[in-house]
């Protein structure tokens, strides 16, 4: 799903009839429960490396077994964060 749709579907008030509306419905109600103030915004992929790292990883674990990590970050993740660091400084 684009970022741009999900964005715009939880800052609208409108009952969303979509294939993901109850999830809409679902983060929604989470936002307002809480958080006491919560901004939606839309950053470009290229922006957070490590978020679209980690939802592409998210994507191929759902199809098999899950993954959490408690204790340790992936390597993969540190050479991102890594990267985005030195982009910064």
């Given amino acids: 799903m684009d970022a741009t749709?999900?964005?715009s579907a939880l800052k609208?008030?409108?009952v969303d009839r979509s294939a993901i509306g109850?999830?809409?419905y679902q983060i929604r109600d989470i936002m307002c429960d809480?958080?006491?103030c919560c901004t939606v915004s839309?950053?470009?992929r290229s922006c957070n490396k490590v978020a679209d790292c980690l939802a592409f990883h998210g994507a191929y674990v759902l199809s098999s077994d899950s993954e959490v990590f408690?204790?340790?970050v992936p390597d993969y993740v540190k050479d991102f964060?890594?990267?985005n660091l030195s982009n910064i400084v």
């Fill in 81 to 83: 964060v890594l990267g």
């Fill in 42 to 44: 839309v950053c470009n």
């Fill in 22 to 24: 109850g999830l809409v």
């Fill in 12 to 14: 609208s008030c409108c």
């Fill in 70 to 72: 408690i204790n340790q």
């Fill in 5 to 7: 749709v999900l964005a």
């Fill in 34 to 36: 809480d958080f006491s």
